[in-house]
């Protein structure tokens, strides 16, 4: 079993194909995916679509790039999402100091917020981190998941990533696992207790080697797994097994529906 633990096939990128594009994830070997909401709008879509296919979960949130247009309403709707069966986290939510799209104030008050708002569905957080360490650590301190989390497309340093681990974080590696130039997700993919790590595509962005310059999709989950496989030195199946039993542990998705999703594919 393959697990995706990070798509976006609610983006309009997959409007042409979408249909096929899961398709060949399922051919690909890909058994569940959790698609990740970022707006209202998509956290709506990500549920619409979780609902039509067995073997595809949501995420609902709001990414810090999008928290400036929240409102009452915003969280009014998340909180009644959440409590759709087929919601398994909130996310993604974090900071984001790369690109500064919202003010860090508003950013960190509404990282808060939701935070808060896991907590109150019991459900575990799916954390967006850029340039934001500090903060971001200092706030999960603060205000500590209590179903947990991932950090997930984790490219921090192995330092960061000791403190996120003693905390219960799991970390989930992406695309850019498989760069030539990765910095410090290698160390880190050889060094994280094998009760910790996700694989994921982060689709349709993030594309591994050697699909790089592409359009991203679940499919090409396989290339993260061969990695870390490499990595850690084990067999793929392994690896694949592994990410599984921890994507299931921390969404709390229990062997049974795992199967009948995959039979009905």
Known sequence: ???????HLEDSQFSPDRGETIARATAAGVTTIVNVGSTEATSQNSVR?????????????????????????????????????????????????FRDISPRDDQRKWFIHQLKLANEVGLPVIIHNRDAHGDILQIIKNHPPEAGGVFHSYSGSWEMAKELLAMGFYLSFSGPLTFKNARHAPEVAEKVPEDRFLIETDCPYLTPEPYRGKRNEPAYICEVLAKIAAIRGMEVREAARLSSENARRLFRIDQFQCEIGSNLQ
């Open 1 to 7: 079993m393959i697990w995706d633990t990070h798509a």
């Open 49 to 97: 679509l979780a609902e039509e296919y067995p073997f595809i979960y949501a995420a609902v949130g709001i990414h810090p790039h999008d928290v400036e247009a929240c409102t009452d309403k915003t969280w009014e709707t998340l909180l009644r999402l959440a409590q759709n069966p087929k919601v398994v986290a909130w996310g993604e939510i974090g900071l984001d100091y």
